[in-house]
């Protein structure tokens, strides 16, 4: 079956670069979360959409935004990069209309240098 | 805002015995659902089990159960014959009935389960 899939997988970054992270999530699925997990921690929301429309907002800084996409693929931009960004990013989707467990990815592992 | 607590930061089993996982959450709403995943060294995020909160019959996968306790908030996760591949960090989470809106995924810290031969 079809999974959530995140590139890339893995990136590296100088301070103040811009990243994009990419995520498309499983057909027919309408929901897309962005989680931040930084070492040892436990995932953070940053931000989700459903129907291609922002539904929540969690800790996401401002240096970072994200939009869903027509095809409900999502992107995570994040601009001016800080070492303390280093973190793994996921992506994950559900269906609301069904069922209700969201879904993640592999995730990306971004390292900020 | 709802509230996550797992209070056994690591936990132990030896190969083929039973251990349990704590996890208690604080919400003001009636609906809801309780998962949890499983994360191991790779870092992929495994959902284990899910529980609906007007559901009363504990959910049950394989050698994974729950005992929902929802009067007293409470959700823990027991595997039985357990395995080395068990061997992970495990995250208790909440997600809001609602849809449309706010449903994002609220973790605890985690617990992190190491399996003994």
């Known amino acids: 079956a079809a999974g959530v899939i995140q590139s890339p997988r893995h990136l590296i970054k100088e301070k103040r670069e811009t990243a994009t992270l990419k995520c498309y999530p499983i057909?027919?699925?309408?929901?897309v979360y962005w989680y931040q997990q930084g070492p040892g921690q436990d995932p953070q929301f940053l931000i989700s959409f459903y129907e291609k429309m922002q539904s929540d907002k969690g800790s996401i800084p401002d240096r970072f935004s994200a939009q869903q996409f027509s095809d409900y693929h999502s992107e995570l931009n994040m601009s001016s990069l800080e070492l303390g960004d280093s973190a793994l990013y996921f992506c994950?989707?559900?269906?609301?209309?069904?069922?209700?467990?969201?879904?993640f990815g592999q995730g990306t592992r971004l390292t900020v240098v | 805002a709802q509230t996550v607590t797992q209070s056994q930061p690591e936990m132990s089993v030896q190969e083929a015995e039973t251990v349990t996982l704590s996890c208690t959450y604080d919400t003001s709403e009636s609906d809801y659902y309780l998962f949890w995943y499983k994360q191991p060294p790779s870092r992929q995020m495994i959902l284990v089990i899910r529980q609906e909160a007007y559901k009363q019959q504990n959910a049950t996968e394989n050698r994974f159960s729950v005992n929902f306790q929802k009067a007293a908030k409470s959700f823990s996760l027991k595997i039985s014959d357990s395995q080395l591949g068990d061997a992970a960090m495990y995250f208790c989470?909440?997600?809001?009935?609602?849809?449309?809106?706010?449903?994002?995924?609220?973790f605890g810290k985690g617990t992190k389960l190491t399996v003994n031969p």
């Open positions: 989470a909440y997600r809001t009935w609602a849809q449309g809106g706010s449903e994002k995924l609220v």
């Open positions: 994950a989707s559900s269906f609301q209309g069904g069922v209700t467990e969201a879904f």
């Open positions: 057909p027919r699925h309408d929901t």
